[in-house]
């Protein structure tokens, strides 16, 4: 295959596409706007599924360096009630089928596997434009521009590519997340610690509200507190002013387990607002020459634990797409598309019900989910 293809964005999705089209000698850039690869945090932890994000590392032949990454006996699960007592203690026998790693270590193993250069940093969309009959010029915010005849956007929610093809824009679900940290929890925090376990704990309660909290490598624990209220309500708070965002937070949740409301007040940093938005459950669009989509900025999802597996996927399958129809884009593109349209519904569809669950239904819902294939 001949024609150069021109990613947009170095994220999970962005660089397993870049992988697996330089495995079948494609060549390819991806432009990234952050600065370097250490210019931000990259994330927690991802479970990384036997049904699509490892297939994607194996079309990548990475999985010997994903198994390097894996950290052990973070399958582990716990489901608590709001006064602490434990529902369920699932145990990590090493069987499970979604290995636990760290989202950046995974990252570095997608950039370690490319060429140098293969990656552009410090190059931030600011417009993306049609030239007619398939190609695509790129303008950058430096006011650099690139022109290109293959165009992926794997740009994700709030994608400059997207308005190509479509209308669509995220719109909020009316559900945020607020990230805490704990350190070295095993000596500072030691409750808070025993209540999570060693891999991953939730607390679901009534009101669309819950403490989820994820052991990560070392003593640290990641905390996403889950709050149903609009936008407006979370703007009242100074999240400038860490302890005071905490313990208005806290309150949300007087009365539970002091172990529990720790992983919100004793945090290492200050909290983090992450409101979540999400594209319509089937997003899709008319074949457009020249461009398509991948990960976030075509099926953004409210959180299920699929989002960076499906991203994966979809670059891996595009990859291979491409690589199979050598002297015809089009074709590669229709049959990636015609693939990914339904499979973004079928996986962005896991875990629904138990967003509809609530209170003492919330905690039943989960604790089927992961033992009904026991």
């Known amino acids: 295959m001949n024609t150069h293809v021109t990613i947009i964005g170095a994220g999970l999705g962005g660089l397993t596409l870049a992988r697996v089209l330089h495995v079948h000698g494609i060549p390819?850039?991806?432009?990234?706007?952050?600065?370097?690869?250490?210019?931000?945090?990259?994330?927690?932890?991802?479970?990384?599924?036997?049904?699509?994000?490892?297939?994607?590392?194996?079309?990548?032949?990475?999985?010997?360096?994903?198994?390097?990454?894996?950290?052990?006996?973070?399958?582990?699960?716990?489901?608590?009630?709001?006064?602490?007592?434990?529902l369920l203690?699932?145990?990590?026998?090493?069987?499970?089928?979604?290995?636990?790693?760290?989202?950046?270590e995974l990252r570095q193993i997608l950039l370690d596997s490319l060429p140098a250069g293969t990656v552009r940093w410090g190059h931030k969309v600011t417009s993306v434009r049609s030239l007619g009959q398939g190609r695509h010029e790129v303008t950058f915010a430096d006011g650099s521009t690139v022109g290109t005849s293959l165009l992926v956007g794997a740009?994700?929610?709030?994608?400059?590519?997207?308005?190509?093809?479509?209308?669509?824009?995220?719109?909020?679900?009316?559900?945020?997340?607020?990230?805490?940290?704990?350190?070295?929890?095993?000596?500072?925090?030691?409750?808070a610690a025993e209540a999570v376990g060693g891999g991953s704990m939730a607390a679901p309660a009534a009101g669309g509200k819950g403490i989820q909290a994820h052991?990560?490598?070392?003593?640290?624990?990641?905390?996403?507190?889950?709050?149903?209220?609009?936008?407006?309500?979370?703007?009242?708070?100074?999240?400038?002013?860490?302890?005071?965002?905490?313990?208005?937070?806290?309150?949300?949740?007087?009365?539970?387990?002091?172990?529990?409301?720790?992983?919100?007040?004793?945090?290492?940093?200050?909290?983090i607002l992450r409101p979540i938005f999400a594209l319509p459950l089937g997003h899709k669009w008319d074949r457009v020459p020249g461009?398509?989509?991948?990960?976030?900025?075509?099926?953004?999802?409210?959180?299920?634990?699929?989002?960076?597996?499906?991203?994966?996927?979809?670059?891996?399958?595009?990859?291979?797409?491409?690589?199979a129809h050598p002297d015809d884009v089009e074709a590669a593109l229709t049959e990636y598309e015609t693939a990914m349209f339904?499979?973004?519904?079928e996986f962005g569809s896991i875990g629904a019900e138990l967003h509809e669950l609530d209170g003492d239904n919330a905690a039943e819902g989960l604790i089927k989910a992961f033992t009904e294939n026991d």
């Open 28 to 86: 390819v850039t991806v432009y990234e706007a952050e600065a370097s690869p250490t210019a931000r945090t990259q994330g927690g932890m991802l479970d990384i599924h036997d049904y699509n994000g490892q297939l994607a590392i194996e079309a990548a032949g990475l999985m010997e360096e994903f198994r390097g990454i894996v950290l052990q006996g973070r399958q582990a699960m716990r489901i608590l009630a709001p006064d602490g007592a434990v």
């Open 89 to 104: 203690d699932k145990t990590d026998d090493g069987a499970g089928g979604r290995p636990e790693v760290q989202r950046g």
């Open 155 to 191: 740009d994700g929610a709030w994608s400059r590519v997207r308005p190509l093809l479509s209308d669509a824009t995220p719109e909020y679900v009316g559900m945020s997340y607020i990230e805490t940290y704990l350190f070295d929890v095993e000596t500072r925090h030691r409750a």
């Open 215 to 271: 052991r990560e490598k070392g003593e640290t624990i990641h905390t996403y507190v889950v709050l149903s209220e609009p936008q407006e309500w979370f703007a009242a708070i100074d999240f400038t002013d860490g302890p005071a965002a905490a313990a208005r937070i806290a309150q949300e949740f007087d009365g539970w387990a002091p172990e529990l409301t720790a992983l919100i007040t004793d945090g290492d940093v200050p909290p």
């Open 291 to 323: 461009v398509t989509l991948l990960g976030d900025a075509a099926h953004l999802l409210a959180p299920n634990g699929e989002g960076a597996n499906m991203a994966m996927y979809d670059g891996a399958e595009l990859g291979k797409a491409l690589a």
């Open 342 to 345: 339904p499979r973004s519904v």
